[in-house]
């Protein structure tokens, strides 16, 4: 891992350090997690977020809630109601409280740093099965962030990417600005350019544009939750981008650990999606960019069916043209 790489949390001994992802990539700040509710409000704040990051967030407050001797059932549900499309973080929860049933605090923290650990290993894992797919010399086309900020290390569909970049793979990447929180303009391209990895920043608007002109071998991109067909709920504008592709001849791969398939979700119309306020699109910070009054509708996730997806890699490999049978022969996640 780049030296440069930054992790998105931090325990310390008997709390957890969050990078406010909002102020980067202007600044480096650390907000101090010292109950479950100072987590729950850095992952519905945005200052963490990316599934598997508000997946271990949310393990990090259950080991809170347990060194503090506080109701686990009830500082359960308050971590899972932070985001509601993510089930990276139910998942988390859920795998601290299976696997932790002692009053020993200690248990629980060791338990969600080793949840920490295992995520990188994944992404590592996926990211060498994503790079083997892609040809030397390729354009690819990512969305939002999903590299070592939105993770415990490494990345989904950013570690791929940079798996791929060290075996000399990548000629350029082609990233969307990811409106309306910008985490493709303030989070990938920042960690794109750390890793000297070559790339241009594109306006979400232009992303049709770029694959006609620029032909990217793939689009690549994370996931949220994936339902039992194969559906993938990701971020907003995911879907557009798959439509493109298959209209374009242009391949899309989504990567995502296993424990990102939801197997009690019949199909992508039963994912929750997040609807955050419209003044997140009639503001830019503190800027007004709409009249006064204006209307708007802010879902930030979107689901893209499975038949738009050629690959889906996992940290158990790719599977291609991925649908229902093929995501029930893969091993769930323990959690
Ligand atoms: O709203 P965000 O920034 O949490 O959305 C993040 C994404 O949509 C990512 O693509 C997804 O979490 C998978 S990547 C780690």
Not at 53 to 58: E, T
Request: glycine fraction near 8%; charge should be negative.
């Amino acid at each position: 891992m780049a030296a440069t790489m930054l992790t998105p949390l931090r325990w310390m001994d008997d709390h957890l350090l969050v990078l406010d992802q909002r102020a980067l990539p202007a600044e480096q700040r650390w907000i101090r997690c010292d109950t479950v509710a100072d987590v729950v409000n850095v992952i519905a704040g945005m200052a963490v977020r990316g599934a598997p990051a508000i997946g271990l967030a949310g393990a990090y407050g259950m080991a809170i809630a347990a060194l503090r001797s506080e109701d686990l059932a009830d500082r359960a549900d308050m971590l899972c109601g932070a985001r509601p499309t993510a089930v990276h973080l139910a998942w988390a929860v859920q795998a601290m409280r299976s696997r932790c049933t002692g009053k020993d605090a200690q248990a629980w923290v060791q338990y969600a740093q080793q949840l920490h650990a295992e995520d990188a290993e994944l992404n590592f894992a996926m990211a060498s099965h994503g790079a083997a797919l892609i040809s030397p010399g390729s354009r690819v086309m990512t969305h939002c962030n999903t590299g070592a900020l939105a993770t415990g290390g490494w990345g989904t569909a950013l570690g791929v990417i940079r798996v791929a970049h060290g075996a000399g793979k990548i000629a350029e990447v082609l990233a969307g600005e990811t409106r309306p929180w910008l985490q493709g303009a303030r989070l990938t391209a920042w960690e794109l350019q750390q890793e000297k990895i070559p790339y241009r920043l594109l306006a979400d608007g232009a992303m049709a544009w770029a694959m006609r002109q620029l032909r990217p071998e793939w689009v690549i991109v994370g996931a949220d939750r994936i339902a039992a067909n194969g559906d993938t709920a990701n971020k907003i504008g995911t879907f557009s981008l798959a439509v493109l592709a298959r209209s374009l001849g242009v391949k899309f791969m989504v990567v995502a650990p296993d424990a990102t398939i939801d197997r009690t979700l019949e199909s992508g119309a039963d994912i929750p999606i997040e609807e955050r306020p419209g003044e997140e699109l009639t503001r830019l910070g503190a800027q007004p960019i709409a009249p006064a009054g204006a209307v708007a509708w802010n879902p930030v996730f979107d689901v893209t069916p499975a038949e738009l997806i050629d690959v889906l890699v996992t940290e158990h490999g790719a599977i291609s043209q991925p649908d229902r049978s093929q995501l029930a022969a893969v091993a769930p996640a323990a959690g």
